[in-house]
């Protein structure tokens, strides 16, 4: 979806800078938006802190409350896909192979 | 360095009314599961969630005493369940999935992971903005309905039943249609979190604060961080 969504408005996004937490060439508040996914899927509340108020300087308060649905809406979806045991198509999985080994998650066990 | 404080009244209304439906639901008595039973899967989940030292995955969360799992109403089998699939939902695999099933009827088990998604995407929106967690309401008195659609059956993209026709839709999209109000909560939570169904094939679809593209980097990084292949 990522790399859909960046070709069709004309943006070239490394997803190997997403899997090193540098953001995506050309992304407005990549860096802070990638800081603050990251933060808030992790513990360090005082590093969560930051990276929230990183990005409400940069982008603003709405932006970040955006930000924390979206976080909030694949902590939901990433739970009912691996509980119902979604899967893609097998000819889609080729597809999106390279991507995924991009990303670093083509040997997760949660691949099916 | 001063902490930018964030406020409920900040938060926009459809998003807050989706939330609060879902949250409420929690208590309520559903399809499969009385409101106490979903209360009670829900503080299981919410400890899973929390705990900075969760049991390893292959560990039953109700046989670790120093848990304190409150397990009352349901069995230790959905509150097992509910752990793991809060706490470490990439580790499932088939096998889990039909060891799991032999003690939970399949459509329960569909509403029982209603319940952790549910609990998984209000705390992580309330916790990413420092807004504090809900308290749970009070067990609605009352029976789970169990009405059961007519045509429920078989997926090949996923382990779960679904409604048919099967697999012509995404796997994540069809994965809950066999308990209709647990499909309902969930996707009308979606639609305020992230992209409405009717607009996602508009690569250039905004609210007018984060880009498509910017929403896509940060469900790309949780999902990673999630270990999420899907």
Not at chain 2, 14 to 41: M, N, V
Not at chain 2, 81 to 103: F, G, K, M, N, P
Request: hydrophobic residues 45%.
């Amino acid at each position: 979806m990522l790399s859909w969504s960046g070709t069709e408005q004309g943006l070239e996004i490394s997803l190997e800078n997403v899997q090193n937490t540098t953001g995506g060439v050309g992304v407005s508040y990549a860096r802070e938006l990638v800081d603050f996914a990251t933060a808030a899927t992790e513990f360090d509340l005082a590093a969560l802190t930051t990276a929230r108020n990183n990005l409400i300087n940069v982008a603003g308060l709405a932006v970040a409350i955006d930000a924390s649905a979206v976080i909030a809406n694949f902590e939901m979806m990433t739970r009912l896909a691996d509980s119902t045991g979604a899967r893609m198509q097998t000819e889609v999985v080729q597809d999106r192979l390279a991507v995924a080994t991009a990303m670093g998650v083509d040997k997760v066990i949660s691949r099916r | 360095m001063s902490v930018i404080s964030v406020s409920l009244s900040d938060v926009r209304a459809d998003l807050i009314f989706a939330h609060e439906q879902a949250w409420s639901a929690l208590s309520q008595p559903g399809t499969w599961w009385s409101g106490a039973q979903k209360r009670e899967l829900a503080q299981t989940a919410l400890l899973a969630i929390s705990e900075s030292e969760p049991s390893p995955p292959w560990v039953a969360a109700s046989t670790v005493a120093d848990k304190n799992l409150q397990i009352h109403f349901a069995s230790s089998a959905a509150h097992d369940a509910v752990y793991r699939i809060a706490r470490h939902a990439a580790t499932l695999t088939s096998d889990w999935y039909q060891r799991v099933t032999q003690e939970i009827e399949p459509l329960a088990f569909i509403e029982l992971c209603g319940v952790v998604c549910t609990v998984a995407t209000v705390s992580a929106f309330r916790r990413a903005l420092d807004l504090g967690i809900p308290e749970l309401a009070p067990a609605t008195l009352g029976e789970p309905s169990r009405i059961k659609p007519a045509n429920v059956v078989d997926a090949t993209l996923n382990w779960v039943p679904v409604i048919a026709p099967a697999d012509e839709n995404a796997a994540v999209v069809q994965a809950f249609t066999a308990v209709p109000e647990t499909n309902r909560v969930i996707w009308a939570m979606a639609d305020a979190q992230y992209i409405p169904d009717k607009e996602m094939v508009d690569p250039h679809w905004t609210r007018g604060t984060l880009s498509r593209v910017q929403m896509e980097l940060v469900a790309t990084r949780v999902s990673q961080q999630r270990e999420c292949f899907y």
